[in-house]
């Protein structure tokens, strides 16, 4: 698993296309939202820039990167021969994951840190750390669900659009308006509960019970996508 984490990390430094969806596209966005972040507290709050950062990052830097490479890992039969080795299948997709995983925790990490020292830390950073680490393995899970779906690298772009802008529309409508309308449709909604845990571990106020029930759905969307990938999941490209 490791060996082929470290084949994975060494290619997509020398994938432009990867690296520009993984590093330089987040890291503009959250850049801005620090920039300007006075104003967005104005208009949400601080825990509201925090889940839009960790979605921006975890819904193309993670997310739409795991679809990319997997694709192409099909596409070239890299996939196929590596099935072919002592590897199981557990930990062939856990290596080819395992980099832009853990690209996207640092991430993550740095920019809330920044996040963090430029308008106060957060009430809650054990609760934060929950809400990121459930969001990545939720992120992670609709990647590999949406690799089954997915012909090709060039087809990701298409693919990954609906989840990558949709948790993050989802996280703007729950951190903007809040849940007290329409509670359970925005908790039940991809990115819902997560960015609630995200604005309440920020912001505080919260009972830190009451924001542990909101890992539930989260959990819920790992255990759907896992099922999800299971069925899509191809091996092989299609002939």
Avoid at 15 to 42: C, D, G, W
Avoid at 68 to 94: E, H, M, P, V
Avoid at 161 to 169: C, D, E, K, R, Y
């Amino acid at each position: 698993m490791l060996s082929i984490a470290y084949s994975e990390l060494i290619q997509i430094f020398r994938n432009r296309s990867v690296l520009i969806t993984s590093f330089v596209m987040p890291v503009a966005v959250s850049a801005f939202f620090l920039y300007q972040h006075e104003i967005f507290a104005k208009i949400a709050s601080l825990g509201y820039i925090a889940a839009i950062v960790m979605f921006t990052v975890c819904g193309f830097g993670l997310y739409a990167s795991s679809v990319t490479t997997l694709a192409s890992r099909r596409q070239n039969l890299f996939l196929k021969r590596l099935r072919s080795t002592a590897a199981g299948d557990a930990g062939i997709l856990t290596g080819l994951v395992l980099p832009v995983t853990i690209i996207a925790l640092i991430q993550v990490a740095v920019i809330l840190t920044v996040l963090g020292s430029v308008t106060g830390m957060p009430s809650n950073i054990g609760l934060l750390v929950l809400a990121v680490v459930a969001t990545v393995a939720m992120m992670v899970g609709l990647g590999l669900a949406t690799a089954g779906l997915t012909n090709s690298p060039e087809h990701a772009q298409v693919t990954t659009l609906p989840v990558s802008l949709g948790v993050i529309a989802v996280a703007s409508w729950v951190g903007i308006s809040g849940t007290e309308d329409l509670t359970l449709l925005k908790r039940l909604l991809p990115g819902g509960s997560a960015t609630e845990l995200v604005v309440n571990a920020w912001n505080g106020g919260v009972a830190v019970t009451d924001s542990l029930l909101l890992l539930a759905p989260t959990l819920a969307w790992v255990i759907v996508a896992v099922v999800l990938a299971t069925r899509l999941f191809r091996w092989e490209p299609r002939r």
